[in-house]
């Protein structure tokens, strides 16, 4: 018996998918409990004992965190030192001359290093990497003795043009590691061997900030975990959408922002494959927060030019997510204009919306899918203690209904409306604003809110089918089980390609790939094989944004490589101009080691499944929809046969999320047990 699991720890759940391949098939548990938001570690030890499983139990576990994403969202990092370049102390701070508020006169920022802690030192390499001013050393000992006095428990080391010629930053690294208490030093040029010294720079002071928060969970995560007798493998999801050992993560922690919701993607990728679609968005809805992105032609959409906050770009491959604060917990209120505001402020897991029973008093969107009979009280995840829906009723009309001089149906229902128009407005930001019509994907819903404004959202866009996988709740965890492996390598040329000499591109490439692949091979057993992906950052010469051109190897000519680039800048603006020359920026290889496939049919028990659509029915409750009362019929998701066909107003429930069938749409169950909706 070879037992995996995939666990996610979100802002309000912790989830966990359990398989369980023996002689006999396979087989699936899972868990949906609390996140604990002190100690992240024990949500996830809880979660392994509701599977009633044990950690020795289990041959490996793979798992998604948020941990670094909230710390930097939240300011709860360490206290970080910076040691730079003479006369580039504010570097951080400057920026790229944006406001916080762009049509604001008004705004604050504060930097992640404040400009106390950010300390000087002669040196300087230029952009060709020749050495114009010698690196003084002693005032590198003078720099780090000052922060290590200050109390900093990291220390960057991010010096100009380092991406060129890394000497200075090697050697003041060294000197550093001599005198700093730990081994918490990043060098912008290790993390990130790119140009642009800005986003260089806040790159690797996210990446300290982080380090000591990460390496302090992963250590209490894989110590409670051998307690309990786990001896085996743990791999992070990194927010490539990919996998890496714990022994690599601390050091580049900084990849693992935005590592929740990459794992939702990919497990979309994965459910498509498997599917026979190639295109959807992406759709997580979650407690806190909702999170989209975009698939075309099965592949997810990959970008190097995250922004998590203001003024805090992080330069690394991630999965592009667009996220809005609006989750099922996000608050409703009456703000001083008099209007109704849904979010960003969020109930959380503690104290929740007020039906958890958890302490919450304020309205959430959970709250007005109670009221409007969209979920049933008796069916919610994690309730403490009950609360009666007069009592949900009571807070609406309190803090909504009467201040806006409506009933409580038409407030809840109004909570419904406006926290659709913040996530449709995330939706075109990652289609329509980028070229693609909303009209050619599917909507790929999940999450455990996610299905139940799925169909709203997709009439609004025009989108004509949602597609519901079969574990919504849980589609996070299912992604740790479907993610593969990968490293990516990005290193600067920033030379024109008609000057370029291809044996340097051919050697840069190569050898990004062989130190990739060192690391992919120490989880050889978990890997059916290994794809290399090759590509490069161009731009035309004197423009300012790159395109990423994919290439078919390292011994590319360079006539193909210009007709490459130009083809997919014809692509995204349908303009040629073969009268300018192209420029190489960044070379980037990714080294994926692709994992076993999941059969996602496994994931609903065939025990359970009934005959006929009709004995998969539960009953009816009245559903508020279009402005009135309507019956509407409700069904087991487990039970529901392949091929079931069922025509809304309808409620489909199961342990972990709950779909709503809106009046008008029809759904059908497909042959692995995804519901699809068409709206």
Same mark, same amino acid.
């Given at each position: 018996?070879?037992?995996?699991?995939?666990?996610?720890?979100?802002?309000?759940?912790?989830?966990?998918?359990?398989?369980?391949?023996?002689?006999?098939?396979?087989?699936?548990?899972?868990?949906?409990?609390?996140?604990?938001?002190?100690?992240?570690?024990?949500?996830?030890?809880?979660?392994?004992?509701?599977?009633?499983?044990?950690?020795?139990?289990?041959?490996?576990? %793979?798992?998604?965190?948020?941990?670094? &994403?909230?710390?930097?969202?939240?300011?709860?990092?360490?206290?970080?030192?910076?040691?730079?370049?003479?006369?580039?102390?504010?570097?951080?701070?400057?920026?790229?001359?944006?406001?916080?508020?762009?049509?604001?006169?008004?705004?604050?920022?504060?930097?992640?290093?404040?400009?106390?802690?950010?300390?000087?030192?002669?040196?300087?390499?230029? $952009?060709?990497? &020749?050495?114009?001013?010698?690196?003084?050393?002693? +005032?590198?000992?003078? +720099?780090?003795?000052?922060?290590?006095?200050?109390?900093?428990?990291?220390?960057?080391?991010?010096?100009?043009?380092?991406?060129?010629?890394?000497?200075?930053?090697?050697?003041?690294?060294?000197?550093?590691?001599?005198?700093?208490?730990?081994?918490?030093?990043?060098?912008?040029?290790?993390?990130?061997?790119?140009?642009?010294?800005?986003?260089?720079?806040?790159?690797?002071?996210?990446?300290?900030? =982080?380090?000591?928060?990460?390496?302090?969970?992963?250590?209490?995560?894989?110590?409670?975990?051998?307690? !309990?007798?786990?001896?085996?493998?743990?791999?992070?999801?990194?927010?490539?959408?990919?996998?890496?050992?714990?022994?690599?993560?601390?050091?580049?922690?900084?990849?693992?922002?935005?590592?929740?919701?990459?794992?939702?993607?990919?497990?979309?990728?994965?459910?498509?494959?498997?599917?026979?679609?190639?295109?959807? %968005?992406?759709?997580?809805?979650?407690? &806190?927060? &909702?999170?989209?992105?975009?698939?075309?032609?099965?592949?997810?959409?990959?970008?190097?030019?995250?922004?998590?906050?203001?003024?805090?770009?992080?330069?690394?491959?991630?999965?592009?997510?667009?996220?809005?604060?609006?989750?099922?917990?996000?608050?409703?209120?009456?703000?001083?204009?008099?209007?109704? /505001?849904?979010?960003?402020?969020?109930?959380?897991?503690?104290?929740?919306?007020?039906?958890?029973?958890?302490?919450?008093?304020?309205? *959430?969107?959970?709250?007005?899918?109670?009221?409007?009979?969209?979920?049933?009280?008796?069916?919610?995840?994690?309730?403490?203690?009950?609360?009666?829906?007069?009592?949900?009723?009571?807070?609406?009309?309190?803090?909504?209904?009467?201040?806006?001089?409506?009933?409580?149906?038409?407030?809840?229902?109004?909570?419904?409306?406006?926290?659709?128009?913040?996530?449709?407005?995330?939706?075109?930001?990652?289609?329509?604003?980028?070229?693609?019509?909303?009209?050619?994907? =599917?909507?790929?819903?999940?999450?455990?809110?996610?299905?139940?404004?799925?169909?709203?959202?997709?009439?609004?866009? !025009?989108?004509?089918?949602?597609?519901?996988?079969?574990?919504? !709740?849980?589609?996070? +965890?299912?992604?740790?089980?479907?993610?593969?492996?990968?490293?990516?390598?990005?290193?600067?040329?920033?030379?024109? #390609?008609?000057?370029?000499?291809?044996?340097?591109?051919?050697?840069?490439?190569?050898?990004?790939?062989?130190? +990739?692949?060192?690391?992919?091979?120490?989880?050889?057993?978990?890997?059916?094989?290994?794809? %290399?992906?090759?590509?490069?950052?161009?731009?035309?010469?004197?423009?300012?944004?790159?395109?990423?051109? $994919?290439?078919?190897? @390292?011994?590319?000519?360079?006539?193909?490589?210009?007709?490459?680039?130009?083809?997919?800048?014809?692509?995204?603006?349908? =303009?040629?101009?073969?009268? %300018?020359?192209? =420029?190489?920026?960044?070379?980037? *290889?990714?080294?994926? !080691?692709?994992?076993?496939?999941?059969?996602?049919?496994?994931?609903?028990?065939?025990?359970?499944?009934?005959?006929?659509?009709?004995?998969?029915?539960?009953?009816?409750?009245?559903?508020?929809?279009?402005?009135?009362?309507?019956?509407?019929?409700?069904?087991?998701?487990?039970? #529901?046969?392949?091929?079931?066909?069922?025509?809304?107003?309808?409620?489909? /429930?199961?342990?972990?999320?709950?779909?709503?069938?809106? @009046?008008?749409?029809?759904? *059908?169950?497909?042959?692995?047990?995804?519901?699809?909706?068409?709206?």
């Amino acid at each position: 018996m070879r037992r995996v699991a995939g666990i996610d720890v979100g802002g309000t759940f912790t989830d966990l998918l359990l398989t369980e391949a023996g002689p006999d098939g396979l087989a699936v548990r899972l868990a949906k409990v609390p996140t604990t938001v002190r100690n992240q570690a024990e949500g996830v030890i809880a979660a392994i004992a509701a599977a009633e499983r044990r950690p020795a139990d289990l041959d490996l576990v %793979i798992h998604g965190t948020t941990a670094t &994403t909230n710390a930097v969202l939240e300011r709860k990092t360490a206290k970080v030192g910076l040691v730079t370049t003479a006369g580039f102390r504010d570097v951080l701070e400057l920026g790229r001359r944006t406001r916080p508020k762009p049509y604001g006169l008004f705004g604050t920022f504060a930097p992640l290093i404040p400009r106390e802690l950010r300390r000087e030192v002669p040196e300087r390499v230029m $952009a060709d990497g &020749t050495v114009r001013t010698p690196l003084d050393e002693e +005032a590198v000992r003078e +720099a780090v003795r000052a922060l290590v006095a200050e109390g900093c428990e990291a220390l960057v080391i991010h010096f100009l043009h380092a991406y060129a010629n890394p000497a200075h930053e090697l050697r003041a690294g060294a000197i550093a590691r001599e005198l700093w208490p730990n081994a918490y030093v990043t060098l912008g040029h290790a993390l990130l061997s790119e140009f642009r010294e800005y986003e260089r720079g806040t790159t690797a002071s996210v990446n300290a900030a =982080v380090q000591p928060i990460l390496d302090r969970y992963v250590a209490r995560l894989q110590r409670e975990l051998r307690e !309990g007798g786990f001896s085996r493998d743990l791999l992070v999801m990194n927010g490539n959408g990919g996998t890496v050992p714990a022994s690599h993560v601390v050091h580049e922690a900084a990849k693992t922002v935005m590592s929740g919701p990459a794992s939702g993607v990919m497990a979309a990728a994965a459910t498509l494959a498997q599917t026979g679609l190639s295109n959807a %968005i992406t759709y997580d809805m979650g407690g &806190t927060s &909702t999170d989209v992105a975009l698939i075309a032609g099965g592949v997810p959409e990959v970008s190097a030019e995250l922004t998590i906050d203001y003024g805090l770009p992080i330069h690394l491959p991630m999965v592009d997510v667009h996220t809005v604060g609006a989750g099922g917990g996000s608050i409703a209120s009456v703000n001083r204009a008099g209007m109704l /505001q849904v979010g960003p402020e969020s109930a959380g897991s503690e104290p929740g919306p007020i039906g958890y029973g958890r302490g919450g008093t304020r309205p *959430t969107i959970t709250d007005a899918n109670l009221v409007l009979g969209r979920l049933d009280p008796a069916r919610l995840t994690a309730v403490r203690a009950g609360v009666g829906l007069d009592a949900i009723r009571d807070a609406f009309a309190r803090d909504l209904a009467g201040p806006l001089g409506m009933s409580v149906e038409e407030a809840a229902a109004a909570v419904i409306r406006l926290g659709n128009v913040h996530m449709t407005g995330a939706i075109r930001m990652v289609s329509l604003s980028r070229g693609y019509d909303p009209r050619d994907f =599917v909507l790929f819903a999940f999450g455990g809110a996610g299905p139940l404004h799925a169909v709203a959202l997709a009439r609004e866009l !025009g989108i004509p089918e949602v597609l519901v996988p079969a574990r919504p !709740g849980l589609t996070n +965890a299912l992604g740790c089980l479907v993610a593969d492996l990968r490293q990516d390598r990005v290193n600067t040329l920033n030379r024109p #390609l008609d000057g370029l000499d291809m044996a340097d591109l051919r050697a840069t490439l190569e050898a990004q790939a062989a130190d +990739a692949l060192a690391v992919v091979a120490e989880e050889a057993d978990e890997i059916d094989e290994t794809t %290399i992906l090759y590509g490069a950052d161009m731009q035309f010469r004197g423009q300012t944004h790159l395109i990423r051109v $994919a290439l078919p190897g @390292p011994d590319i000519t360079r006539e193909a490589m210009q007709a490459l680039f130009e083809d997919a800048y014809h692509k995204r603006f349908q =303009v040629r101009l073969p009268e %300018i020359r192209a =420029v190489v920026v960044n070379l980037v *290889t990714s080294v994926i !080691g692709r994992r076993r496939a999941f059969p996602l049919s496994s994931l609903l028990d065939p025990v359970a499944r009934a005959g006929t659509v009709e004995d998969a029915r539960l009953g009816s409750r009245s559903l508020y929809a279009d402005g009135r009362w309507q019956e509407a019929a409700v069904y087991a998701r487990e039970a #529901l046969p392949f091929g079931a066909r069922i025509k809304g107003p309808a409620v489909v /429930q199961q342990v972990d999320a709950t779909t709503v069938i809106e @009046p008008g749409a029809v759904a *059908t169950v497909d042959d692995i047990g995804n519901l699809r909706i068409r709206a």
